[in-house]
């Protein structure tokens, strides 16, 4: 058997595994996923899983890098374009629809609910990607101080929690994302002189 067909079998295997992931997490929440219920959903015993993750927080970093290696897809799917505030606008539309059409996903990557879970290394640039790019379009609007990036991703995040809180299926509170955005840029945006 060649290299290449190995790799791919190991890529689709290791597809299957975190798509069973994802659905356990879907059904009953992220604590729900097991070692032993995502072997059973892919048709392998738990002891070849670990030929794949390490762990079940290893399968958790798995799934943290993956939903961020969507939710970026996602943001790269179309040119920016647009002013730096049409830009800011849209990055923000797309993360907050991400995190609201993805529970479980919102919360392994914005929220900490799983004790003792830390993205490695590797996992934790790509969600620097999206801090960065998020600090270049405030930079550009002049207001993109490390406390800038931090309210702004709270404005951001809190819509997203409250919406899957309070309004599942719903946009009660994702509606407001341009005002939110509008009064964050009135207050921390220096005025023109």
């Known amino acids: 058997m060649s290299a290449t067909s190995v790799a791919d079998r190991r890529s689709r295997r290791r597809g299957q595994i975190l798509a069973a992931a994802w659905d356990i997490a879907g059904e009953s929440g992220l604590t729900a996923v097991s070692l032993h219920e995502v072997a059973r959903r892919v048709g392998i015993r ?3 899983l670990y030929g794949y993750v390490n762990s079940k927080l290893d399968l958790y970093d798995a799934m943290f890098a993956q939903a961020y290696e ?3 897809a996602r943001l790269d799917s179309s040119a920016p ?3 730096a505030r049409e830009q800011l606008l849209r990055l923000s539309r797309v993360v907050l629809d991400f995190a609201v059409e993805n529970p479980s996903r919102q919360q392994l990557i914005f929220q900490r609910t799983i004790p003792g879970f830390e993205p490695s ?5 790509l969600a620097r990607r999206l ?3 998020t600090a270049s379009l405030l930079s550009a609007l002049g207001s993109g101080s490390p406390a800038h990036i931090e309210v702004f991703t ?3 995040g809190g819509l997203g929690a409250q919406q899957i809180a ?6 009660r ?7 939110v955005l509008d009064m964050f840029l009135d207050h921390f945006v220096p005025a023109a002189t």
Do not use: I, K, M
């Open 46 to 48: 738990q002891p070849s």
């Open 70 to 72: 969507q939710l970026l």
């Open 81 to 83: 374009s647009g002013s």
């Open 121 to 125: 290394a590797a996992s934790y640039v």
């Open 131 to 133: 801090v960065d790019r």
């Open 154 to 156: 709270s404005l951001v």
């Open 166 to 171: 309070n309004d599942p299926g719903g946009d």
């Open 173 to 179: 509170f994702t509606r407001h994302l341009e005002a």
